[in-house]
């Protein structure tokens, strides 16, 4: 019985998932993984194929194998890079059902935008509901634009806006 090879593309599928805010890096790693898996494949000796096959120029078959395996790559990037993102955004992209990785990738980046802009909105709630004297304690973590936004949103339910110093 042979030794486990962690070079094996099956070792690799581990690096194929996003972290956080990181869409084209994740991206280009599902390309280069499926790259290198599809150029580690052994091509079969010319008995394999048919005589129609043998037939064509050298050139006529790198181009046409040139083409299947780019298309192979994009496949399976694609699907890689579905399967591999965030949770946040993971079935949201996958029902927007992207025909290629550019769309996917596009699609990641708007979703991951949104989710962003979400989440700093109900942290700004959060904060918008807190008391000055706790706000206080914080200011010197907040930047203007955030108590801006916090005193907007404090003023739409009728509550003192916050100020530096309170």
Do not use: W
């Not at 805010?21 to 091509?43: L, P, Q, W, Y």
């Not at 194998?65 to 790559?73: C, E, F, L, Y």
């Amino acid at each position: 019985m042979g030794q486990v090879k962690p070079n094996k593309f099956c070792h690799q599928i581990p690096k194929l998932f996003q972290e956080k805010a990181e869409v084209n890096d994740f991206a280009k790693r599902c390309i280069t993984g499926m790259r290198e898996f599809i150029d580690s494949i052994v091509h079969p000796a010319d008995t394999k194929f048919d005589a129609e096959y043998l037939a064509q120029t050298r050139d006529h078959k790198n181009e046409h194998g040139d083409i299947k395996r780019q298309m192979i790559i994009n496949a399976l990037a694609k699907e890689f890079f579905l399967m591999g993102v965030t949770q946040a955004i993971k079935t949201t992209l996958m029902q927007k059902d992207p025909a290629t990785l550019n769309e996917a990738i596009a699609e990641a980046m708007k979703l991951e935008d949104i989710n962003e802009s979400n989440s700093a909105k109900g942290k700004i709630a959060c904060l918008a509901e807190l008391e000055a004297k706790d706000l206080s304690k914080i200011v010197d973590d907040l930047d203007d634009l955030t108590i801006r936004l916090i005193n907007s949103r404090r003023a739409k339910f009728v509550r003192q806006p916050f100020k530096r110093g309170n």
